[in-house]
Every structure is written in C-alpha cells, then in structure tokens.
C-alpha cells in the first residue's frame, strides 16, 4: 500500500479516511457504503475532531442504508450542473437528440435558479408548487400541458442522476404531475383560403417598391409553396437544406417524379417528399441562383442553400413579412381558434388535408411528418382520426 501523505489519514482500510484539500483547513471525509465511496466535510479543523466526526458519519451512513435513505445528498443544483454538462458534452460532439438544446436551456434559466437551493433529496409538494408559480411569472404566462411534461422529463433527468449517484433514492423521487392546460387547437388554412392565399402571391410580388422586396418576396413564396407540398416543419428544416441534400427521380412508373430532401430538425435527420409543386419551385431556385437543372444540381453535390436570396444571403424576417402578407389579404386569423396564423399553420393545413381529402393512414403520416401516431392524434382529433387507427 503507498503511503499516504500528513494531510490524508486511513480510519478504517478501504472503508474510511479523512484529508485536506489544497488550500483548506478544514477536513474532509470519504467513507464507503455497499461499495461505493461518498464525500462530504467534517466541518473540523481540528484532526482528533475530525476523526471522530468522520466515525460518526459512517455509522449515520449505514443506518440510512438500512433504512432505504441516502447516506449523503448533494443541493439540487450541483446536481442538475452535471447533467447540464453531459447534454452540452453530447451536443459537442454530435451524439446528442435536437431537443437536449431546450433541456439546457429549462436547467440553466429555470430549474437551477427556482430549485437549485433545495436539496435533491428534499424535493416535495411546496418547492414543486414553488417551481410551478415563479416558471408562470418567468414565462410571464402559465406553463402549458405540453412545457409542464418537458420541464418534468428535465427534471426525471436530474433526479436519475442524484439517484445514480446515491444523493437519494427511488422513495425520495417526487411524483410529477402535469396539470398545465391542453394546448388548444392549432390555426390551419381551409381548401378556399388556400386557394385564396396561392391566388394572391403574384400580385403581392408585383407591387414591391424594390427590387430587394420584389426577390424576398418571391422567396417566401417558394417556401411557402413547399411548406405546404411538404409539411416539412417551418425553420431550419428548410432554411437549412442544401442541394446535395436531394435526390431527384424523374418518372417513376409507380409515384411520378418526386424529389427526396434529407432534413435536420426536432427529431434529427428524416427524409421528406416533394412532388409537382417542391419540383417547380427548387428548378425556379436554381434558375435564379444560376445552377443550372434539376437533376444536374442533385447529383453534383453542391454544398449552396436551397432558399437563399441570388447573393447568398439568408432571408430575415420572414415570419413578419408572411404576417404582413396574410394581414393585408385578410387571412391572418383562423375563424375555427381566433388565433393568428404563422408558418406552423401550413404544417398543420398539410396534415389536415392529408387526413380528410387524401386519407393518407396515420401511421403513414406521422412517419413522413416526423412526429408520433399520438401527437397526430391529439393535434387532429378533431378530425376524428381516431377512425382510421384500424389502418394500423
């Protein structure tokens, strides 16, 4: 056995001793318990203090093993730190799930600064009320059902760990309830205002006072028009797509010429379909970004962005100039929710129309939506879909 140097002394081999840490007085202690060692401080400066308090330690140790209760906790907040770090080491290095942004996100802004005081071990009914009443007044709005079940899944993340680490155990796991109110009823587009809005778009263009404005506009045209052939989700899904991110096939016998997009987003890469309208628009794309055909620039592995202005440049402020287009062709407001339409509407106008005019199966749907048979299901049962889970 190597020997130790004066700030380290063995109580008890293999199973307790105590040491300073540079720079520090104070005594610290590490003890085993069912084989796995934990830390914590004596609180003494002095050393025969110190050894006897560490004694002290372990035996409380092993009757809270004893009694199903973690010999040693750790605050909340050192806790949900390292898991907040795990997700940053993931998203580094390219392993990690879309969401775990948003997960680092509600640790740093919310359950770190609401919860972190409290023990890990210690998490009851008043500090969970406690969370749910200062999330309203940060969000400046009550959490929804659908945020309350994300914040719950963050905080199962947290408490896995403490539990992994013996800062608690499974009876100190508090039961996590999402009471939040049920999104409503997203805002979509009917068969007339669609027609209404694609009726509309080359005049709007036309009565631009730049060029500038006449090309951005055009623009947001063409990602419109693939939006709703696609049912892609409005952002970075598209935004982001490049041409080498295309496979063209022309004619085929059985589904016509169609073109397969390779997209990023939410739930990682997917594969999204595009047929008659996707195909005129990326050939007027290419037109104006001077790329040549269709099937030329598929296969050539052209690193460019499909929707991106003749310079390169990404378009700005593109939800607010969609609003302003709806705005002055009084189609911003959905009747059905009294809600003010955005790009997502044309996610869900897509879904709809698949559902009730094309009877496209819901698990089908969702597969090519990039979404599960549940959410299609609680987004759209006003659609009745449940009718057509035999398809199943």
């Not at 379909?273 to 794309?285: A, F, H, N, P």
Request: aromatic share 8%.
């Amino acid at each position: 056995m190597r020997e130790k140097n004066e700030n380290t002394h063995i109580l008890i081999e293999r199973q307790l001793r105590i040491y300073k840490r540079e720079r520090s007085a104070i005594w610290q202690c590490a003890f085993n318990v069912d084989g796995r060692w934990q830390r914590t401080s004596t609180n003494e400066r002095e050393l025969a203090k110190a050894k006897k308090t560490a004694h002290e330690i372990l035996v409380k140790a092993n009757v809270k093993k004893e009694l199903n209760i973690a010999p040693i906790t750790r605050k909340l907040k050192d806790v949900a730190t390292v898991v907040a770090k795990q997700l940053e080491k993931d998203i580094k290095n390219n392993t990690a799930k879309p969401i775990y942004k948003d997960y680092v996100s509600i640790l740093n802004n919310y359950i770190i600064p609401i919860l972190g005081k409290y023990n890990v071990n210690n998490i009851g009914r008043e500090a969970l009320d406690e969370y749910e009443t200062k999330l309203a007044k940060k969000m400046r709005k009550p959490a929804t059902y659908s945020t309350q079940l994300t914040h719950n899944a963050v905080l199962n993340m947290v408490f896995d760990e403490a539990v992994l680490q013996r800062f608690m155990t499974e009876l100190d796991r508090p039961k996590l309830i999402a009471k939040g109110k049920v999104s409503e009823r997203r805002p979509a587009f009917d068969l007339d205002e669609i027609r209404a809005l694609r009726d509309s778009f080359d005049a709007w263009i036309k009565r631009a006072t730049t060029d500038t404005s006449s090309k951005l506009r055009t623009l947001l045209r063409e990602y419109v028009y693939v939006l709703l052939d696609t049912g892609a989700r409005p952002g970075k899904e598209l935004l982001n797509l490049r041409w080498k991110q295309i496979r063209y096939t022309h004619h085929d016998k059985e589904n016509g010429s169609h073109v397969e997009m390779t997209v990023s987003g939410k739930t990682g890469k997917r594969k999204i379909i595009g047929w008659s309208e996707t195909i005129e628009v990326l050939k007027r794309q290419l037109k104006e970004q001077g790329l040549g055909g269709i099937e030329e620039a598929t296969e050539s592995n052209n690193n460019g962005y499909v929707f991106r202005m003749a310079d390169g440049k990404e378009p700005q402020s593109f939800q607010k100039l969609f609003e302003t287009f709806l705005k002055q062709h009084n189609l911003l407001i959905d009747p059905n929710t009294e809600q003010k339409r955005v790009f997502y509407s044309l996610r869900h106008t897509y879904a709809t129309f698949k559902l009730t005019y094309d009877k496209t199966p819901v698990y089908t749907l969702a597969e090519h939506m990039g979404t599960s048979v549940a959410m299609i299901e609680k987004h759209y049962g006003h659609l009745k879909v449940k009718e057509a889970l035999p398809q199943l």
